[in-house]
């Protein structure tokens, strides 16, 4: 089992920035690809970012690239996520997860997830 623990959320006016955290126990941390997705009210849960085991590789959604950068520290067991030029769009509960070894786009092929941190942009 890993647990995961997402923290950093709030309000922010549009135009500025949050960092979301991510803590992992239970297992090996560096043995996990983690993904950052996304739900808003009414709607579906989306990808936003994923980094494989070592951190060397990084994606993202459209919607975020340029303004949100996923980055990891394995001796701290932590993903992180840094947003800038948040928008009202991007208002939504940020969920971490992780995968065994291989970075993942969808939800359903990750195998842990945290309880998410809301995340609200006001205009």
């Known amino acids: 089992q890993v647990q995961l623990v997402e923290s950093g959320g709030g309000l922010v006016q549009a135009g500025g920035s949050l960092r979301l955290s991510c803590a992992a126990s239970?297992?090996?941390?560096?043995?996990?690809?983690m993904g950052w997705f996304r739900q808003a009210p009414g709607k579906e849960r989306e990808f936003v970012s994923a980094i494989n085991w070592s951190g060397g590789n990084t994606y993202y959604a459209d919607s975020v690239k340029g303004r949100f950068t996923i980055s990891r520290d394995n001796a701290k067991n932590t993903v992180y996520l840094q947003m800038n030029s948040l928008k009202p769009e991007d208002t939504a509960v940020y969920y971490c997860?992780?995968?065994?070894?291989?970075?993942?786009?969808?939800?359903?092929?990750?195998?842990?997830w945290g309880q998410g941190t809301q995340v609200t942009v006001s205009s």
């Open positions: 239970g297992r090996t941390f560096s043995n996990y690809a």
């Open positions: 997860a992780a995968r065994w070894m291989i970075v993942a786009r969808l939800g359903g092929e990750y195998d842990y």
